[in-house]
């Protein structure tokens, strides 16, 4: 998949900048190495894999002009990669980098900048998701009030 995309001028690297782009915070480096492994390990996802070579099909062989407004499918792709890698509150990320088009997604067609946006989307909301570790919640309280 990396070099199908590579082929299409869709790097790691620019997407890695894409997503960074919109991201407000401390500790860049840091978020961006860890972004860079949750990427990798979904690029290497079959299902991920499956919905991005939809968008590369539908781009090579689905001639539209530009990005037609009665076209929803591309936005659907979006819509479940997004959702499938981050969840359900992935879709708000998704919708951010859809309208906000940052980095390599105002340069693409229509089926690949909601599909590579998708991505980055739900590999954001993956990085960025609570885990139990960060959470300040001490468990001993809260078994003793159940």
């Known amino acids: 998949m990396i070099d199908e995309l590579n ?28 972004l860079r492994d949750i990427m990798l390990l979904y690029l290497g996802d079959v ?5 991005i070579k939809a968008a590369l099909l539908l781009e090579e062989n689905l001639i539209i002009k530009e990005d037609p407004v009665e076209l929803v499918a591309d936005e659907l792709i ?20 859809d309208t906000k088009k940052p980095g390599i997604l105002k340069e693409l067609p ?13 590999c ?13 919640i001490d468990s001993r309280k809260i078994m003793k009030k159940k």
């Open 7 to 34: 082929s299409k001028g869709i790097t790691l690297e620019k997407m890695l900048d894409t997503a960074m782009e919109l991201y407000i915070g401390d500790n860049r480096k840091s978020i961006r190495k860890r």
């Open 78 to 97: 979006g819509i479940d990669i997004a959702e499938y890698i981050g969840g359900k509150m992935a879709l708000f990320n998704f919708f951010y980098y």
């Open 47 to 51: 299902n991920v894999q499956a919905l």
């Open 124 to 136: 954001m909301t993956k990085l960025l998701e609570p885990m139990p570790s960060n959470l300040d």
């Open 110 to 122: 229509p089926f690949l900048d909601d599909a590579i946006g998708g991505f980055i989307a739900g």
